[in-house]
DNA sequence: TCAATAGTGGGGCAGTTGACCCAGTGCACA
DNA sequence: TGTGCACTGGGTCAACTGCCCCACTATTGA
């Protein structure tokens, strides 16, 4: 009988719970089969949480917080002083998305997860204002990675960088819904320097 | 006692699940969901189909011959003759966007009811085909349309249409999302101005 | 006209689900 | 050291699920 507080056992559920949906889709993740890989009583479950929707907000929450610094650290690391070599915007594109690519080959299975809560999460109201957090730094965070590639490149975005942002992020949702059904690495590779092409005609030499 | 031939009933109890499922999601779409909505008893239901998930596979295949006819038939009519006037890559391009996202607009629930059971047939490994043959048959559709874009706006594609196609796909995917989680119009009109510019920049005059 | 058959309906079954209860147990703090 | 309480485990519950059974009935076609 090993005691772990309250506190901990949330957590520990939410990540189990997250390896449960990776694993087997949001619809498999009962409160048994999340226990069963958390290693815990059915009671400790419902001792730490009060209910099974509690735990998936909490699990969105978590998903969502992960997924925003999983990404930008990856980002371009930009010149201090400007006096090293000076990528063309597309360069940077090119190299951002590979990144993001890669982030999304080196588990797929999480990212099929994020999909279906997304999903799950607009399925109820009380959820949907995570889902719509969730987009809205999205959008944030592209814009920011946007915003470096310019000035990186010494390029201007012809327009908002808002704009071009929710661009970028419907590219990234929908090559990873593409690629996820079909798995097929060179058409991605293909269309990764095809999108590099398009949003690089978006800017322009300041 | 209303006595329907077994082939009525499955095609009468694919179009219940489907709304069902739209209404209320995948995980709610239970065989006593589905025969209520289409007015039967339950056993009518395992008279017509062995299985929910003989249902299910018929319905997955069912939307996708749907989807498919739903926004070809609208494509631009190409002149016959050629001597009409010429609109721009981008203006054909921006026009067919329009029309996709009135076409998600005008029934958002069909299209996250799509995205669900796309979603659904990624977790099923007998299921995972009919995804793989959507996603060809809609990028197939989206070469047609860029090839005819393309004829009719006197302009050739730097990139194989194939590649260009995948990234049309990819961006109404994930567009599409965007707008179902913040139902932002505005945004989603300036998305596809940009979508326009940025696509257009993969061709050039003939 | 009358059998064979396609189709119907209600009741029922076993398995799974989320949630709960409560007697017990180890830990922290006085 | 002891006492209060955070925490545990196992058993239980009602609701719901997909599926099945079987007596019954309308329809068909010989």
């Known amino acids: 009988m090993t005691r772990i507080p309250a506190a901990d056992r949330r957590s520990a559920l939410v990540r189990a719970a997250l390896r449960v949906v990776a694993d087997r889709g949001v619809a498999q993740a009962t409160t048994r089969a999340i226990v ?10 419902h001792y730490a949480f009060q209910s099974r929707d509690e735990l998936m907000v909490e699990l969105i929450r978590h998903v969502v ?13 930009e010149d201090a ?19 993001y690519a890669d982030h999304v080959s080196g588990d797929p299975l999480r990212e099929k997860a994020m999909l279906e809560l997304t999903q799950y999460a607009l399925r109820s109201p009380e959820l949907h204002h995570l889902a719509v957090a969730q987009y809205e ?64 005609a978006l800017g322009r030499p300041a």
């Open 137 to 200: 730094r999205y959008h944030s965070l592209a814009a920011e990675a946007l915003d470096t590639a310019a000035r990186q490149s010494g390029s201007v975005w012809l327009h908002p960088v808002g704009e071009v942002a929710r661009l970028l992020v419907s590219l990234t949702d929908g090559l990873t819904i593409a690629w996820l059904v079909d798995r097929d690495d060179s058409a991605t590779a293909k269309l990764l320097d095809v999108t590099a092409d398009s949003v690089a």
């Open 65 to 77: 917080d992960e997924e925003a610094t999983a990404v930008l650290p990856e980002a371009p690391i």
């Open 36 to 45: 069963a890989e958390a290693g815990m009583s059915l009671a400790s479950f």
């Open 81 to 99: 002083d400007g006096r090293g070599e000076r990528e063309s915007l597309r360069q940077i594109l090119r190299a951002g998305l590979q990144r």
